[in-house]
């Protein structure tokens, strides 16, 4: 078979291309090899019969997780480590004191009753609670009660919105406390976070925090105390530190309307990789939902761990 001589006009022009751009080839080869990540997510992500939105971010790294980053899915429980910033920025302030006693008052209780461990140590309210436990019991735990009592100390939900937004952080959107997500499915699909903003947030509290190195360490303890490990740890090597924060709706005649978390996990080199999953109206089961996070999560640390060479 004959073949071809290579044209020597063409051979030139690359070469002359490569010579003189060679920042563009590096970029286009970067591109190319998040192609298979990518995949992989979406690969994943059809498994929740839903809507599956995912960024992330690594210093020094161009690790690309876009998958409908700039969506707006509800996001629940999520916000409760943006409010726990903000009641520390007040703190900071010398508005409030971490060792504060703050009264949990019988009109702070959610009824019909919500997941809150405060209310079943104090059925009856009417106690007075430190303010550093409040802040525990909502990050950590995920406590409803004491999420909607730091609202209504730091004056609601604007408050804690604009705070967010003058960090940098776009598309967090806090309208509604946790009463009226419970009284009205609809309204939870107000409380909304970009995946790319919740990684803006991620990526703030990790390489330049707004807060002092103290209060910073506080938070980022109680993230990685945080419940339903299950998601983005659940398919990480054993050892590997993840500090997140998990949002869960209810499941109506078989849809979950949101099942989410955003992280930071240390690689073995020290750095965080930030990363945050949302899947929204998804038909499948609990145990697929957590899953499906903790493999985008997987897929990530591996690309992150072994980029693939161009």
């Not at 940098?168 to 970009?194: K, S």
Request: net charge neutral; hydrophobic share 45%.
């Amino acid at each position: 078979m004959l073949v071809s001589p290579p044209n020597r006009c063409s051979l030139y022009s690359f070469a002359f291309f490569a010579a003189f751009f060679p920042a563009v080839i590096l970029a286009s080869n970067a591109a190319y090899a998040q192609v298979p990540l990518q995949q992989k997510l979406q690969e994943i992500a059809a498994d929740a019969k839903g809507k599956v939105a995912v960024a992330c971010a690594l210093p020094g790294s161009s690790l690309n997780c876009d998958l409908n980053g700039h969506s707006a899915p509800p996001m629940q429980s999520v916000f409760k480590a943006p409010l726990a910033l903000a009641v520390l920025h007040q703190v900071e302030l010398g508005k409030l004191s971490l060792d504060q006693p703050i009264r949990f008052l019988p009109s702070d209780r959610i009824l019909p009753k919500a997941y809150s461990p405060l209310w079943n140590k104090y059925p009856q309210a009417n106690v007075d609670v430190p303010l550093r436990e409040l802040l525990r019991l909502s990050v950590s735990l995920s406590d409803n009660v004491a999420a909607d009592i730091l609202l209504r100390i730091v004056g609601g939900e604007r408050p804690v919105a604009d705070y967010i937004a003058s960090l940098g952080v776009t598309g967090f959107h806090l309208l509604d406390n946790e009463d009226a997500l419970h009284h009205d499915v609809a309204v939870q699909y107000r409380n909304t976070f970009e995946p790319t903003g919740a990684v803006q947030f991620l990526r703030l509290i990790s390489d330049r925090s707004p807060l002092t190195p103290e209060h910073t360490a506080l938070l980022l303890e109680w993230m990685e105390s945080s419940r339903l490990s299950a998601r983005i740890g659940g398919d990480l090597p054993a050892g590997v530190r993840v500090a997140h924060k998990s949002g869960t709706s209810d499941v109506d005649a078989g849809l979950a309307h949101a099942t989410n978390d955003i992280g930071l996990i240390t690689l073995p080199d020290g750095r965080k990789l930030a990363i945050a999953v949302f899947l929204t109206d998804s038909r499948a089961d609990d145990a697929t939902r957590d899953k499906i996070i903790a493999r985008i999560a997987r897929a990530a640390y591996n690309a992150a761990v072994n980029p693939p060479q161009p």
